[in-house]
Antibody, heavy 122, light 111 residues
């Protein structure tokens, strides 16, 4: 069965950095676009970034562009989110997700991890 | 810019009654005969759950009391007979553009 397991969350000071990981299993990882979505405390869902199957194409939400980098290692069945210049408003639960259709960015996300909490505070 | 606006922000419905949630996109998400619009259910402490995609296709395993309708810029999620386990926040999402966007969410409670 499809499993997505995030790790790497924690407490970080403002302007600090953190790297999130998402380990995938149960499907052919290299065929699927992957994404990160976050939910700040008491707020709604906010899409953060997605990456193509090969890793050659990435897109970011305006709120994180230039500070966050999404990447993947298809040999390790993992997707990452490198977060730099963190701010208090980056505090959120971060979810990785897989799209439902292989090779397609224009596809909803039907598998999600349980999320990892990132807290940015001094 | 694909801004998604949901209404209402919250609603309280009696058990067994109908709940209706609206989602409006600033730009059309209809292309190639498809509406690139999904609905998710979000409960506290759980990841989002995909309910509906292509605006009206129910995800496998989702009860048939959930249905989606609409096209272009205006969409609706209907829960035909609200059950206690349906208490959650519901989000629409467009996946047409290279910048996915969610609506702000609609909280559904029991009256």
């Amino acid at each position: 069965q499809v499993q997505l397991v995030e790790s790497g969350g924690g407490l970080v000071k403002p302007s600090g950095s953190l790297r999130l990981s998402c380990a995938a299993s149960g499907f052919i990882f290299s065929e699927y676009y992957m994404s990160w979505t976050r939910q700040a405390p008491g707020k709604g869902l906010e899409w953060v970034a997605f990456i193509s199957s090969s890793g050659s194409t990435v897109y970011y939400a305006g709120s994180v562009e230039g500070r966050f980098t999404i990447s993947r290692d298809n040999a390790k069945n993992s997707v990452y989110l490198e977060m730099n210049s963190l701010r208090a408003d980056d505090t959120a639960v971060y979810y990785c997700a897989r799209v439902s259709t292989a090779w397609s960015q224009q596809s909803p996300s039907n598998y999600w991890g349980q999320g990892t909490l990132v807290t940015v505070s001094s | 810019d694909f801004v998604m606006t949901q209404s209402p922000e919250s609603l309280a419905v009696s058990l067994g009654e109908r709940a209706t949630i609206n989602c409006k996109s600033r730009q059309s998400v209809f292309f190639n005969n498809k509406n690139y619009l999904a609905w998710y259910q979000k409960k506290p402490g759980q990841p989002p759950k995909l309910l509906i995609y292509w605006a009206s296709t129910r995800e496998s395993g989702v009860p048939d009391r959930f249905s989606g309708s609409g096209s272009g810029t205006d969409f609706t999620l209907t829960i035909s007979s609200l059950q206690a386990e349906d208490v959650a926040v519901y989000y629409c999402q467009q996946y047409y553009s290279t910048s996915w966007t969610f609506g702000q969410g609609t909280k559904v409670e029991i009256k």
